[in-house]
């Protein structure tokens, strides 16, 4: 039967399956979530379409599905035509069982809690597509910071590529230029890997490793309208491509960039004038390094004029 599936993964780890939750949205106030032993059942609730494409938001670093930045970013994909799923691995992701109880973030431990979260992620989902409940090419993955290392190892324990991974600023931290190629997000696991920069070389990777690779004010700290504590900038630039990403979704004729091949060819408008979207959905035909500049404050996307510094 659909819902009888075997999860090897949790005997081999001993992870408990109330640790991650699936949860399935249709609004901002309307939302389906259960264990992940369970979530196969939101296959068959009547908010499920099979028809509709499916993606899954996935979370960083000490935080849940209740972020603001999560539930900003979820509701804005239910204005498309997906089904729109999310993994809160809250606890995971903030304090590991190992380590239990401290109620302290240890990142090596949710690094570690990353691939387990992948491994279920994608358990479910080889067993929806063999049920005949989705099919890979409909899958895309949307993680932010470590929530898109997260989107990787799923990607890698699919039985065949999902459509499309959005690592949103993927994280610095064990993900450097020596980490195998085959432990980070990198553009041979789905058909399109679009990678977003704004906090490159702190907080997030410096890596290339999309298909198209987005530089938003240059992909650096301190973003346009970041707050300093005590001149250090602790995460602003970071997260602030959550709210580029809403942005986007929701005014997608805003979120124009432009192909080139350095920040400093941009500054100089000396560029290929090839213009492509960022966002969801992805803009297929956009490849390599592209730019664009924002405002300090909310509306934070220009249009065309943010491809023109």
Request: glycine share 8%.
């Amino acid at each position: 039967m659909f819902l009888d599936i075997f999860f090897s993964l949790y005997h081999v780890s001993r992870i408990d399956p109330s640790l991650i939750k699936i949860g399935l949205h249709i609004s901002h106030e309307q939302s389906q979530q259960a264990y992940i032993d369970a979530s196969l059942g939101l296959f068959l609730s009547e908010w499920y379409n099979s028809s509709r494409p499916f993606v899954v938001y996935i979370h960083g670093f000490m935080q849940n599905d209740k972020h603001d930045s999560a539930v900003n970013i979820i509701s804005a994909l239910t204005k498309l035509d997906y089904n729109v799923f999310s993994v809160d691995w809250g606890y995971m992701a903030f304090e590991s069982g190992g380590t239990a109880g401290l109620g302290l973030p240890f990142y090596n431990d949710a690094e570690q809690n990353s691939r387990i979260v992948g491994m279920c992620l994608a358990e479910i989902i080889n067993a929806a597509a063999h049920y005949g409940k989705i099919t890979f090419g409909q899958v895309s993955c949307v993680g932010f910071s470590l929530g898109a290392q997260v989107c990787a190892h799923f990607a890698r324990n699919l039985n065949a590529k999902p459509s499309v991974i959005i690592g949103l600023d993927p994280p610095n931290l064990f993900f450097s230029i020596d980490t195998a190629y085959t432990e980070r997000l990198t553009s041979d696991l789905a058909d399109i890997v679009h990678i977003v920069h704004t906090d490159r070389g702190f907080t997030g990777t410096d890596l290339d490793d999309g298909h198209a690779n987005f530089y938003i004010n240059n992909g650096v700290r301190n973003q346009p309208g970041c707050d300093t504590f005590f001149g250090i900038d602790l995460v602003c630039s970071h997260i602030r491509v959550c709210s580029y990403f809403v942005e986007a979704i929701l005014f997608p004729q805003n979120s124009v960039a432009v192909r080139c091949n350095s920040y400093d060819h941009f500054k100089m408008r000396q560029c290929q004038r090839k213009f492509h979207y960022f966002g969801f959905p992805v803009d297929s035909k956009a490849k390599g390094k592209l730019y664009f500049n924002t405002n300090s404050a909310p509306p934070y996307l220009k249009g065309i004029q943010g491809a023109y510094p």
